[in-house]
């Protein structure tokens, strides 16, 4: 296993430079990257397994834990994200397919990349994995009910498909995962040290079956597209992050709930638009799982170097005390 789990880690590593590269050779040689489409689904499903895996009963600890901050995590991630996509769909008078794919990926719970860019940025990594636990949880009936609410403007929108595709493609390979974890554990613990390569080369042929299966559309309104999606991920960055602040929590888990909220399943958002809308109303949701991870690790960077002024000025005071 050494050197798989090496060639998994150097995976992990580079993973936005192979979706990048990947993207480039779809988008040039269409035809050899279309018939990809048809495995969107059990990709994804491959990779929520993987998630699965991850899990354990002690990762929902912290949500009796401090119950309020998780909860108020979740509910900024499925406000401000599905909010945000729904003005900017209408503040550029984006085109049907287009707006229905933004609002979409909006609606769908964290990413599956965002705890480890808490961890990159020094926040706390146990609320984040709570808020995405939850928020994935609550996925099959909350990304639904907010898809009817802002998509159906655009779009028929049936409600029970979506919530049977999201229990199919989310809950069903994530339970699976978790349950081999809890009964084959030393397996699971071995396998898991190839995640990130297997994680990797999923996510690659999804974006990659989604720019070959929109080509034609991309050439038009990939401009557009990127650039409402620049904007989604780092609006919902900055309001995340003073929307923890503003609910008195401390630095740390401002950079959790901020990456949290910023951060989408776009995976899920590229499946859904797929087997219920159309390849153009995926496109947002593959440039996302693209760009989050970009701007996810340069903002982790930023975090990083950032440190709470009040427990400074505690130590400070705590220090000045105990000399006099």
Known sequence: MGLVEKVSAFAGKTFTLWVMIFAVIAYILPNHFIWIGAYIVPLLGIVMFGMGLTLSAADFKEVFRRPKEVALGVAGHFIIMPLLAFALALGFDLPKEVAVGVILVGCCPSGTAS????????????????????????????????????????????????????????????LLGFIVKKFFGKQAEAGAKALPLVSVIAIVL?????????????????????????????????LGFFFARLCGMDLAKQKA???????????????????HFSPLAAVPSAIFSVWHNISGSILAYIFSRMKDRKKIVDVKNDSIKKSV
């Open 115 to 174: 705890n480890v860019m808490v961890f990159l940025a020094r926040g706390n990594v146990a609320l984040a994995v709570a808020i995405a636990s939850v928020s994935t949880i609550l996925a099959p009936i909350v990304t639904p009910l907010l898809i009817l609410l802002l998509a159906s403007k655009w779009v028929n929108i049936s409600i029970g498909s979506l919530f049977i595709s999201i229990v199919q493609v989310v809950i069903i390979p994530l």
């Open 206 to 238: 999804i974006v990659s079956a989604v720019v070959a299966g929109s080509q034609d559309q991309l050439a038009k309104t990939g401009l557009m597209i990127f650039a409402v999606v620049v904007l989604h991920n780092v609006l919902g960055f900055i």
């Open 257 to 275: 709930v901020a990456m949290e909220v910023g951060m989408q399943n776009s995976g899920l958002g590229v499946a859904i638009a797929t087997a």
